[in-house]
């Protein structure tokens, strides 16, 4: 299974043109996405949901920002900056540290991929290209979602929006 962060509408179709634009098409199958977690195991799905509904069910969503252009190995990312999105990931991590895989367990660098599995010629043109209009900004995390593998694309086992007012929902 995957988590991802949701970006809001506007940021979403912003990005995802970028990613549909520069991504290789025969490799893009699934929308532009902030990864918290690549790989939990399917037997953490009920855990995984009670644990992003806790997370989100309360909460306004954190602050981000997109603060740069990241260098991959063979791609182009956004960097994003959030210390609230982090401060989730890092108790997601906690709850599921004994599950999680290396990369998983190694220390999280988010990012928004527009950009991946080219020539690295071709990574260090766009990252040229976009440096030049590249302006620092905020970005809408609407939600957390858990996904599954499915050939090769993702499938949604469930999506939790922030709370936009920040109050708790009367009974």
Do not use: C
């Amino acid at each position: 299974m995957i988590v991802t962060a949701d970006l809001g509408p506007a940021d979403l179709a912003r990005l995802d043109a970028l990613r549909r634009a520069h991504y290789p098409a025969d490799r893009n199958r699934v929308p532009a996405h902030l990864t918290l977690f690549h790989h939990l195991a399917p037997s953490l799905a009920e855990e995984a949901g009670r644990r992003l509904a806790a997370e989100t069910r309360h909460a306004p969503p954190p602050a981000a920002r997109i603060a740069g252009i990241m260098k991959l190995a063979r791609g182009t990312a956004f960097r994003v900056d959030s210390p609230g999105l982090e401060a989730i990931r890092a108790r997601l991590a906690d709850a599921f540290d004994r599950y999680l895989t290396p990369p998983d367990a190694a220390p999280w660098r988010p990012h928004i991929t527009i950009q991946n599995k080219v020539d690295a010629s071709a990574a260090a043109a766009l990252q040229r290209e976009m440096a030049r209009s590249f302006r620092p900004g905020p970005i809408a995390i609407a939600g957390l979602s858990l996904w599954r593998y499915e050939d090769g694309g993702w499938v949604a086992i469930g999506r939790h929006p922030f709370n936009r007012s920040g109050r708790s929902p009367r009974n």
